[in-house]
């Protein structure tokens, strides 16, 4: 067997009480203070072998709702000056709390930026170096390491595109949709069998706690977290570091939803079904690491037909408000909530167009913007990471790929660029495909990448 190194380190991000939060655009009220803590916990991994196998790879997943690509090429930027991990073998990944401060995800704010309301934008410009330390300190803490994966049952997430009887898609649980079954678990174990670190991996958004709750959490995972850490240590040992990757949660929810007795049934339950799947797993063999970044340019939509109606639709319902001469009653009330139909809608179209002017990864002249996937083999074990909020039908796709024994999918992994639903919901529309901002087909062309990697890795 070829020696491996392991080693784990974590980082408090500690935001300041008083933020706004978010992840619900009808929560009301701001933070109240801290449930549990928010974190960044990184594991790097060092192949032994000669030659290309002796590669480093780093993964952090980081307590807030999502992280776009420039602050992730900062801390990727930021370890690779720090260290030997080079830039492209590091995986950047929020574990998508919706109980998280508010922060630009996209930017890091500027020194001379105004103040934000809701925001503190020291701890902003503070967050990248953070979470780069996390990394940098995982580092320094390498260890020769042997490794265990296992698939553990788990059912929390359930499908949430509902179709109503009007052929409308509407977020709720549907319990005949797909839905992933199986956690993924990776331990990393010294010599003497204690262990270094959990990377735990699974498909369900983090939003178990509801709008009402005001309190910074990791919502589900972090039970899950804290359950493997507490199953595993040693007494008088070193506490071991976990790591929650989301997976393919774009159209999945928790099938029980509420409060954080709620939660933390969830969460513990998957942190003692991955512990429990972990004792019964062989150690990985084949210890080469190899890591690849590959650029990719989707397609966007064309909002144009879609534009254009909503204009007129929003100037017929304004004109028919001018034209109306009969007082304040029914009919007026009616108008109104017609023109706030037509006009939510027109804003909700040329908010897209506004956000595909305004960033940086999208080129305008051939309507396409530009991102990136990363992919990470550790012997048998592969790691693709998805750039935003992939279906769980092409998760399901990825991890039951020919090349590798178990593929985690990890989310929200290095950039941002919104939901990526599979083909065949596009037609049917629902929250996810109007704020959809890449065209249909652009999953199975991302999918179809990472296989094409892999195999590659794998020939």
Partial sequence: MSPLYAGAARVKLDPPAGLAM?????????????????????????????????????????????????????????????????????????????????????????????PAEGRNLEW??????????????????????????ATAPFTLGINRRLMRPQRQIQIA????????????????????????????????HGVVLCEDNLLYSRDWPGFAMDEIEGASGSAGGPRPISIFLQGATGNIDPRSRGNFEVAEQHGRAMGRGALDALEHAPSIANSAIAARRIVLNLKLKDFSDDLALA??????????????????GYQLKRL??????????????????????????????HCELATAITVVTVGDLAIVGIPGELFVELGLALK????????????????????????????????????????????????????????????
Wanted: charged residues 20%.
């Fill in 22 to 114: 978010l992840g619900y655009g009808n929560r009301v009220g701001r933070n109240a203070g801290v449930h549990d803590d928010l974190a960044a916990q990184a594991l790097v991994l060092r192949g032994g072998a000669d030659g290309a196998g002796n590669a480093k790879v780093a993964i952090v997943g980081v307590d807030v709702l999502a992280l776009g690509a420039r602050i992730a090429d900062d801390i990727r930027a930021r370890v690779a000056a720090g260290t030997d991990i080079p830039a492209d073998s590091i995986l950047v990944c929020a574990t998508h709390t919706h109980s998280a401060p508010a922060f630009n995800i996209f930017a890091t704010p500027l020194a001379d930026a105004k």
């Fill in 124 to 149: 902003e410009r503070a967050l990248p170096a953070k979470i780069a330390d996390a990394i940098v300190q995982a580092n320094k803490n390498l260890e020769p390491a042997t490794l265990r994966a």
């Fill in 173 to 204: 649980a549907n319990r005949s949709g797909p839905a992933d079954a199986t956690a993924q678990v990776l331990g990393a174990y010294r010599a003497d069998g204690t262990p270094i670190a959990f990377l735990m991996n699974y498909p369900c």
């Fill in 311 to 328: 204009r007129d639709c929003a100037a017929q319902t304004q004109a028919s408000l001018d034209n109306h001469r009969g007082g304040d």
């Fill in 336 to 365: 109104r909530d017609h023109h706030a139909q037509s006009r939510a809608a027109l804003v909700a179209l040329e908010a897209l167009e506004e956000q595909n002017r305004r960033d940086r990864r999208v080129d305008l002249a």
């Fill in 400 to 459: 039951a790929n020919p090349y590798f024994t178990k593929t985690l999918v990890a989310g929200y992994c290095n950039d941002l660029i919104g939901y990526i639903p599979t083909r065949a919901a596009y037609p049917e529309g629902g929250y996810e495909v109007d704020t959809a901002r890449v065209a249909a087909g652009s999953g199975e062309a991302m999918v179809g990448t990472a296989l094409s990697a892999l195999a590659a890795i794998r020939a």
